[in-house]
Protein backbone atom coordinates (compact mmCIF):
# COMPACT_ATOMS: atom_id res chain seq x y z
CA UNK A 1 0.00 0.00 0.00
CA UNK A 2 3.07 2.46 0.46
CA UNK A 3 4.05 1.95 -2.88
CA UNK A 4 0.80 2.95 -4.39
CA UNK A 5 0.99 6.31 -2.61
CA UNK A 6 4.56 7.01 -1.98
CA UNK A 7 6.05 5.72 -5.28
CA UNK A 8 9.37 4.18 -5.13
CA UNK A 9 10.59 3.42 -1.08
CA UNK A 10 13.56 2.11 -0.02
CA UNK A 11 14.71 0.26 3.36
CA UNK A 12 15.07 3.77 5.28
CA UNK A 13 12.10 5.09 4.22
CA UNK A 14 9.84 5.32 7.69
CA UNK A 15 5.98 6.21 7.59
CA UNK A 16 4.53 8.22 10.38
CA UNK A 17 1.18 6.77 11.33
CA UNK A 18 -1.36 10.21 11.98
CA UNK A 19 -4.20 8.48 13.29
CA UNK A 20 -4.66 5.23 15.40
CA UNK A 21 -5.74 2.01 14.17
CA UNK A 22 -8.31 0.16 16.18
CA UNK A 23 -7.14 -3.10 17.61
CA UNK A 24 -3.68 -2.17 17.75
CA UNK A 25 -2.08 -2.14 21.28
CA UNK A 26 -1.89 1.26 21.89
CA UNK A 27 -5.28 2.74 20.58
CA UNK A 28 -6.65 1.64 24.31
CA UNK A 29 -4.26 4.24 25.75
CA UNK A 30 -4.70 6.77 22.89
CA UNK A 31 -8.56 6.42 23.58
CA UNK A 32 -8.32 7.31 26.80
CA UNK A 33 -5.73 9.94 26.57
CA UNK A 34 -8.22 11.63 24.22
CA UNK A 35 -11.73 11.16 25.77
CA UNK A 36 -9.78 12.15 29.33
CA UNK A 37 -8.38 15.06 27.99
CA UNK A 38 -12.04 16.19 26.66
CA UNK A 39 -13.67 15.27 30.60
CA UNK A 40 -10.91 17.49 32.27
CA UNK A 41 -9.98 20.20 30.27
CA UNK A 42 -13.15 20.84 28.10
CA UNK A 43 -16.01 19.74 29.93
CA UNK A 44 -14.32 20.15 33.70
CA UNK A 45 -14.47 17.02 34.99
CA UNK A 46 -12.10 15.94 37.98
CA UNK A 47 -9.89 12.76 37.16
CA UNK A 48 -10.41 10.75 40.91
CA UNK A 49 -6.69 10.28 42.58
CA UNK A 50 -7.20 6.43 42.94
CA UNK A 51 -8.68 5.74 39.93
CA UNK A 52 -7.93 7.36 36.58
CA UNK A 53 -10.86 5.99 34.75
CA UNK A 54 -13.18 7.34 37.23
CA UNK A 55 -14.25 10.94 36.87
CA UNK A 56 -16.96 13.20 38.49
CA UNK A 57 -18.31 16.80 38.20
CA UNK A 58 -20.55 19.10 40.86
CA UNK A 59 -22.04 21.72 39.33
CA UNK A 60 -25.38 23.93 38.53
CA UNK A 61 -26.75 21.33 36.90
CA UNK A 62 -26.09 18.94 39.62
CA UNK A 63 -23.73 15.78 40.23
CA UNK A 64 -22.09 13.18 38.04
CA UNK A 65 -20.09 10.26 37.46
CA UNK A 66 -18.07 8.84 34.44
CA UNK A 67 -16.37 5.85 34.45
CA UNK A 68 -14.51 4.44 31.49
CA UNK A 69 -13.64 0.60 30.34
CA UNK A 70 -11.94 1.29 26.59
CA UNK A 71 -14.57 2.73 24.52
CA UNK A 72 -17.69 1.48 27.11
CA UNK A 73 -18.55 4.43 29.28
CA UNK A 74 -21.13 4.79 32.09
CA UNK A 75 -22.72 7.44 33.64
CA UNK A 76 -24.57 7.92 36.73
CA UNK A 77 -25.99 10.97 38.22
CA UNK A 78 -28.83 13.43 37.81
CA UNK A 79 -31.08 13.73 35.40
CA UNK A 80 -30.10 17.20 34.01
CA UNK A 81 -26.32 16.59 34.50
CA UNK A 82 -27.18 13.72 32.31
CA UNK A 83 -28.36 15.33 29.60
CA UNK A 84 -25.95 17.85 29.70
CA UNK A 85 -22.94 15.48 29.57
CA UNK A 86 -24.43 13.98 26.34
CA UNK A 87 -25.01 16.97 24.64
CA UNK A 88 -21.59 18.19 25.58
CA UNK A 89 -20.21 14.80 24.33
CA UNK A 90 -21.96 14.58 21.13
CA UNK A 91 -19.94 18.23 20.26
CA UNK A 92 -16.68 15.82 20.09
CA UNK A 93 -17.35 11.86 19.56
CA UNK A 94 -20.33 10.22 17.93
CA UNK A 95 -22.23 8.70 21.18
CA UNK A 96 -24.74 6.27 21.43
CA UNK A 97 -26.50 6.62 24.98
CA UNK A 98 -28.96 4.00 26.83
CA UNK A 99 -30.50 2.61 29.91
CA UNK A 100 -27.29 1.16 31.79
CA UNK A 101 -28.49 -2.55 32.05
CA UNK A 102 -25.16 -4.18 30.81
CA UNK A 103 -21.34 -3.10 31.53
CA UNK A 104 -17.99 -4.89 31.55
CA UNK A 105 -19.85 -8.40 31.72
CA UNK A 106 -22.34 -7.76 34.02
CA UNK A 107 -26.19 -7.57 33.89
CA UNK A 108 -27.40 -4.35 36.52
CA UNK A 109 -30.76 -4.67 37.52
CA UNK A 110 -31.99 -1.74 38.76
CA UNK A 111 -34.15 -1.40 42.12
CA UNK A 112 -36.25 1.31 44.12
CA UNK A 113 -33.61 0.58 46.88
CA UNK A 114 -30.44 0.42 44.78
CA UNK A 115 -28.52 -2.19 42.16
CA UNK A 116 -28.38 -5.72 41.71
CA UNK A 117 -25.04 -6.77 39.94
CA UNK A 118 -25.55 -10.55 37.75
CA UNK A 119 -23.50 -11.90 35.73
CA UNK A 120 -26.16 -14.93 34.03
CA UNK A 121 -23.43 -15.37 30.31
CA UNK A 122 -21.24 -16.23 32.52
CA UNK A 123 -23.10 -19.24 34.37
CA UNK A 124 -24.28 -19.88 31.72
CA UNK A 125 -21.21 -20.75 29.93
CA UNK A 126 -20.09 -22.83 32.96
CA UNK A 127 -23.21 -24.67 32.41
CA UNK A 128 -22.64 -25.64 28.89
CA UNK A 129 -18.80 -26.40 29.61
CA UNK A 130 -18.75 -28.99 32.83
CA UNK A 131 -22.49 -29.98 31.64
CA UNK A 132 -21.87 -33.72 31.59
CA UNK A 133 -19.40 -33.61 34.83
CA UNK A 134 -22.22 -31.38 37.12
CA UNK A 135 -25.58 -33.12 36.35
CA UNK A 136 -25.15 -36.00 38.57
CA UNK A 137 -23.50 -34.00 41.22
CA UNK A 138 -25.64 -33.06 44.84
CA UNK A 139 -26.77 -29.82 45.32
CA UNK A 140 -24.65 -28.08 48.50
CA UNK A 141 -25.33 -25.51 50.47
CA UNK A 142 -21.85 -24.00 50.67
CA UNK A 143 -19.05 -23.61 47.87
CA UNK A 144 -16.48 -26.16 49.70
CA UNK A 145 -16.45 -27.87 53.06
CA UNK A 146 -15.86 -25.70 56.12
CA UNK A 147 -11.75 -25.39 56.61
CA UNK A 148 -11.02 -26.58 53.25
CA UNK A 149 -7.67 -25.97 51.81
CA UNK A 150 -5.73 -26.88 48.61
CA UNK A 151 -2.33 -28.51 48.76
CA UNK A 152 0.29 -29.23 46.77
CA UNK A 153 -0.26 -32.88 45.12
CA UNK A 154 2.04 -35.91 47.36
CA UNK A 155 3.40 -39.00 46.08
CA UNK A 156 1.18 -41.90 45.01
CA UNK A 157 -1.31 -39.11 43.87
CA UNK A 158 -2.76 -39.05 40.61
CA UNK A 159 -2.44 -36.33 38.46
CA UNK A 160 -5.40 -35.05 36.08
CA UNK A 161 -5.22 -35.46 32.41
CA UNK A 162 -3.80 -32.66 30.18
CA UNK A 163 -7.49 -31.81 28.85
CA UNK A 164 -9.35 -31.81 32.60
CA UNK A 165 -6.10 -29.43 33.70
CA UNK A 166 -6.99 -27.00 31.13
CA UNK A 167 -11.15 -27.68 32.23
CA UNK A 168 -9.90 -27.18 35.59
CA UNK A 169 -7.79 -23.67 34.66
CA UNK A 170 -10.85 -22.61 32.65
CA UNK A 171 -13.04 -23.50 35.87
CA UNK A 172 -10.94 -21.47 37.85
CA UNK A 173 -11.17 -18.44 35.61
CA UNK A 174 -14.79 -18.39 35.40
CA UNK A 175 -15.12 -18.21 39.01
CA UNK A 176 -12.31 -15.70 39.23
CA UNK A 177 -14.78 -13.07 37.39
CA UNK A 178 -17.66 -14.04 39.34
CA UNK A 179 -15.63 -13.08 42.37
CA UNK A 180 -14.62 -10.13 40.99
CA UNK A 181 -18.02 -8.43 40.27
CA UNK A 182 -21.13 -9.98 41.57
CA UNK A 183 -19.91 -13.46 43.93
CA UNK A 184 -17.84 -12.48 46.85
CA UNK A 185 -18.95 -15.37 48.79
CA UNK A 186 -17.05 -17.85 46.55
CA UNK A 187 -13.85 -15.55 47.12
CA UNK A 188 -12.01 -18.19 49.96
CA UNK A 189 -12.97 -21.07 47.63
CA UNK A 190 -11.99 -19.65 44.40
CA UNK A 191 -8.62 -18.49 46.16
CA UNK A 192 -7.59 -22.00 47.24
CA UNK A 193 -8.42 -23.92 43.45
CA UNK A 194 -6.47 -21.12 42.14
CA UNK A 195 -2.80 -22.68 43.84
CA UNK A 196 -3.09 -25.86 41.35
CA UNK A 197 -3.63 -24.54 37.79
CA UNK A 198 -0.64 -26.22 36.72
CA UNK A 199 -1.07 -29.49 38.29
CA UNK A 200 -3.97 -30.66 40.02
CA UNK A 201 -5.36 -33.98 40.96
CA UNK A 202 -8.64 -36.06 41.32
CA UNK A 203 -9.03 -34.65 44.31
CA UNK A 204 -8.66 -30.95 43.40
CA UNK A 205 -10.87 -31.41 40.45
CA UNK A 206 -13.66 -33.00 42.33
CA UNK A 207 -13.69 -30.06 45.03
CA UNK A 208 -13.77 -27.65 41.84
CA UNK A 209 -16.63 -29.23 40.55
CA UNK A 210 -18.67 -28.86 43.81
CA UNK A 211 -17.62 -25.61 43.70
CA UNK A 212 -19.15 -24.85 39.71
CA UNK A 213 -22.23 -27.00 40.88
CA UNK A 214 -22.88 -24.51 43.76
CA UNK A 215 -22.43 -20.95 41.71
CA UNK A 216 -25.11 -22.97 39.14
CA UNK A 217 -27.45 -24.05 41.63
CA UNK A 218 -27.30 -20.41 43.16
CA UNK A 219 -27.27 -18.75 39.19
CA UNK A 220 -30.24 -16.30 40.83
CA UNK A 221 -27.58 -15.16 43.70
CA UNK A 222 -27.19 -11.69 42.85
CA UNK A 223 -24.59 -9.10 44.50
CA UNK A 224 -27.45 -6.24 46.38
CA UNK A 225 -26.05 -2.67 46.20
CA UNK A 226 -28.50 -1.10 48.39
CA UNK A 227 -27.60 1.69 50.74
CA UNK A 228 -29.68 2.08 54.05
CA UNK A 229 -32.65 4.53 54.00
CA UNK A 230 -31.08 6.68 56.73
CA UNK A 231 -27.39 6.67 55.80
CA UNK A 232 -28.15 7.68 52.25
CA UNK A 233 -26.69 11.09 52.90
CA UNK A 234 -23.88 10.22 55.27
CA UNK A 235 -20.78 9.22 54.54
CA UNK A 236 -19.74 6.15 55.89
CA UNK A 237 -17.26 3.18 55.54
CA UNK A 238 -17.39 -0.03 57.61
CA UNK A 239 -14.66 -3.18 57.33
CA UNK A 240 -14.96 -6.47 58.39
CA UNK A 241 -11.77 -8.95 58.47
CA UNK A 242 -11.01 -12.55 59.89
CA UNK A 243 -7.87 -14.19 59.31
CA UNK A 244 -7.14 -18.07 59.60
CA UNK A 245 -3.77 -18.50 61.06
CA UNK A 246 -1.22 -20.83 59.37
CA UNK A 247 -4.27 -22.22 57.36
CA UNK A 248 -2.42 -23.43 53.96
CA UNK A 249 -0.76 -26.88 54.50
CA UNK A 250 2.19 -26.16 52.46
CA UNK A 251 3.86 -22.78 53.43
CA UNK A 252 2.04 -22.22 57.05
CA UNK A 253 1.36 -18.72 55.72
CA UNK A 254 -2.13 -17.28 56.99
CA UNK A 255 -5.28 -16.46 55.02
CA UNK A 256 -6.76 -13.48 55.62
CA UNK A 257 -10.77 -11.85 54.09
CA UNK A 258 -11.92 -8.59 54.11
CA UNK A 259 -15.44 -6.57 53.50
CA UNK A 260 -15.41 -3.54 53.07
CA UNK A 261 -19.19 -1.42 53.27
CA UNK A 262 -20.13 1.71 52.01
CA UNK A 263 -23.46 3.13 53.94
CA UNK A 264 -24.27 -0.56 54.19
CA UNK A 265 -23.38 -1.65 50.85
CA UNK A 266 -21.24 -3.89 50.46
CA UNK A 267 -17.94 -2.51 47.55
CA UNK A 268 -14.93 -4.31 47.90
CA UNK A 269 -13.81 -7.86 49.65
CA UNK A 270 -10.82 -10.11 48.61
CA UNK A 271 -9.77 -13.27 50.22
CA UNK A 272 -5.48 -13.14 50.05
CA UNK A 273 -3.05 -15.75 51.25
CA UNK A 274 -0.68 -13.40 53.05
CA UNK A 275 2.83 -12.77 52.04
CA UNK A 276 4.95 -13.95 55.22
CA UNK A 277 4.86 -16.77 57.94
CA UNK A 278 3.69 -15.03 61.14
Known amino acids: GFKEILGEINDDTICELLKTIYGLVQAALM ?19 KDPCLFYKKDEHGEIVICLYVDDSAMMGDDVALKKTEADLKEHFTVTC ?22 PKLIQRIKEKFADELKDLPTKNTPATAGY ?10 AITQGEQ ?19 EISNATREHS ?35 IL ?42 QKNVT
Open 166 to 184: SKFASGVGFCGYLVKHSRP
Open 98 to 119: EELKKYVGCDYLVTEKGINLHQ
Open 232 to 273: KRLFRLKGVVDTGFATDVDTRRSVTGYLIYFCDALIAWKSRL
Open 195 to 229: KQLKGANYGHYKNLLRLLKFVVDTEGAMLRMEPSE
Open 31 to 49: WYKKIAGILVDKLKFKKNR
Open 149 to 158: TVGEMKEGDQ
